[in-house]
């Protein structure tokens, strides 16, 4: 990445703050329901750095190593819901469900701001990955395995999640299943008629048509 602040920092930045936003309301959710001990809240505080002050990126990045900045903002807030939800289903494994919705209501939240509606299944792609953390962009963790002109199909390769799973004992299958509700919502908001499927293989695709 560059030296200088630009475009692309600025896109990962906000990246980085919806993923916060959804660790918020995570555990907005969880206090509500008593479902995270005092304790884990400490533990928390203890292992990882709070999320990202409410201040313009300027402001906070470290301007002399921009790169490890943003990395490092993206293993903390990660690693953090990881932990979370990996808590808060200790409590109660049957509220998945409610994390599954708060990852859809945000991606309904998002799809219901833009001015602009992607026009094709490639550009549904790259409007998805304008909302959703998947690394840095040099980890290209986003692979294309089929394209024409009304359908693309993807996969995740290699996995960036499991690593910030496995650190704290959870499941990262969790995770695969709040992104698959986030997309699900992402598509279905903007393009009703258009149909969004995740395979047992782990591939991504979206139709623009629904079959």
């Known amino acids: 990445m560059s030296l200088f602040i630009g475009p692309i920092h600025h896109w990962l930045f906000n990246k980085i703050k919806i993923a916060e ?9 969880a206090q509500r329901k008593n479902l995270i001990a ?10 990882f ?3 990202t002050p409410d201040a313009p990126l300027e402001s906070q990045i470290d301007h002399g190593n921009i790169h490890a900045w943003l990395q490092h903002r993206i293993v903390q807030v990660e690693t953090r819901i990881a932990y979370f939800v990996t808590e808060i289903l200790k409590s109660d ?9 708060i990852y859809s209501q945000n991606a309904t939240k ?17 409007s998805i990955h304008n909302y959703l953390l998947e690394g840095m962009p040099c980890d ?26 496995d650190a704290v004992n959870g499941d990262v299958n969790h995770y695969y299943d709040f992104r698959k ?13 258009w149909g969004y499927t995740l395979s047992s293989q782990g591939i991504h695709q979206i139709e623009s048509e629904a079959k």
Not at 181 to 193: C, G, M, T
Request: charged fraction near 30%; proline fraction near 7%; include cysteine.
């Open 21 to 29: 936003e959804i660790e918020k309301e995570i555990l907005d959710f």
């Open 38 to 47: 005092s304790e884990v809240l400490e533990d928390a505080k203890q292992k």
């Open 49 to 51: 750095e709070p999320p």
């Open 93 to 101: 494994s049957s509220v998945k469900k409610d994390i599954v919705g």
């Open 110 to 126: 998002i799809a219901s701001s833009l001015s602009e509606v992607p026009s094709t299944p490639e550009k549904m792609v790259q």
């Open 140 to 165: 290209r963790a986003q692979r294309i395995v089929e394209e024409s002109e009304d359908k693309v199909a993807w996969v995740y390769e290699p996995c960036l999640h499991k690593q910030y799973w």
């Open 181 to 193: 509700s986030w997309i699900q919502s992402f598509v279905y908001h903007l393009k009703p008629a």
